[in-house]
């Protein structure tokens, strides 16, 4: 659960299908890290239930406060993972709208810019009827990632709000394929990037993929961090 740790803050790993707050019937990804921990912590992001990948948790309220800051300048880079099984109106570029509730605690993409969600994207193939695609939010909008790649006509594939009709059909994949995969942000001076490789969904495990990631992984210059390691890495 925690891969990295400073006296400050903890990055750690979501799984897929864990909600962050808790459920009626099950309690929430954050008070399972407290009671891990024993500590009182500090949320300063959240993941979707569906999510997996890096978090950030600030371990005091001082941390937390540099956190929330961080965020609300845009001083956290953030790269996620997502997979469609559908042929994007368009391969890269920029998804910018303002969001409101749908039905079924869904959310739609508005022409209006008042306060937009703001994401870039590029993407690639990577088997037959599957496309890879590399997302960096800009903001932190409700269910941004998974409305802005359904508005270009590619819902991320397993996704069970706004994934496509012949998913349902054809029946449903063994996860909902987005992974928050990278982080880089400057914390007390210091630059932190780190990168987490997704562990569950059998397309996430496909070695060309695997290999594509690794090698992305060197070229820029993140710190791997293991969800195979001891529950505590500490700063060197």
């Known amino acids: 659960m925690i891969l990295f740790q400073t006296d400050d803050f903890y990055v750690c790993e979501k799984p897929a299908g864990v909600s962050f707050n808790d459920e009626a019937d099950a ?21 979707d239930k569906v999510t997996s990948g890096l978090i950030i948790v600030a371990r005091h ?3 937390a406060a540099e956190f929330t800051t961080l965020f609300t300048n845009k001083c956290v880079e953030k790269i996620y993972l997502a997979m469609s099984d559908q042929k994007p109106k368009k ?4 998804v910018k709208g303002d969001m ?15 306060a937009p969600a703001v994401t870039q994207f590029h993407s690639e193939g990577l088997v037959e009827g599957k496309r890879l695609f590399w997302v960096s939010p800009k903001t932190g909008k409700t269910h941004q990632i998974r409305v802005a ?9 397993g996704d069970p709000v706004y994934g496509s009709a012949n998913q349902i059909e054809a029946g449903q994949p063994d996860r909902c394929y987005l992974h928050a995969f990278a982080l880089q942000f400057e914390f007390a001076g210091e630059c932190y990037r780190f990168a987490l490789l997704p562990n569950d969904g059998s397309l996430f495990q496909l070695a060309s993929l ?3 990631l690794h090698n ?5 210059s993140y710190v791997l961090l293991s969800n195979q390691s001891a529950s505590f890495r500490e700063s060197s």
Do not use: D, M
């Open 27 to 47: 309690q929430g990804w954050f008070n399972q890290l407290k009671a891990h921990t024993q500590e009182v912590l500090y949320p300063v992001h959240r993941l």
């Open 216 to 220: 992305w992984i060197k070229a820029e």
């Open 100 to 114: 409101e509730k749908s039905r079924r605690g869904s959310w739609k993409l508005l022409r209006s810019q008042n």
């Open 61 to 63: 309220v001082n941390a």
């Open 91 to 94: 391969k890269q570029g920029w």
């Open 210 to 212: 695997q290999e594509r």
């Open 149 to 157: 790649l359904k508005s270009i006509g590619a819902p991320i594939f």
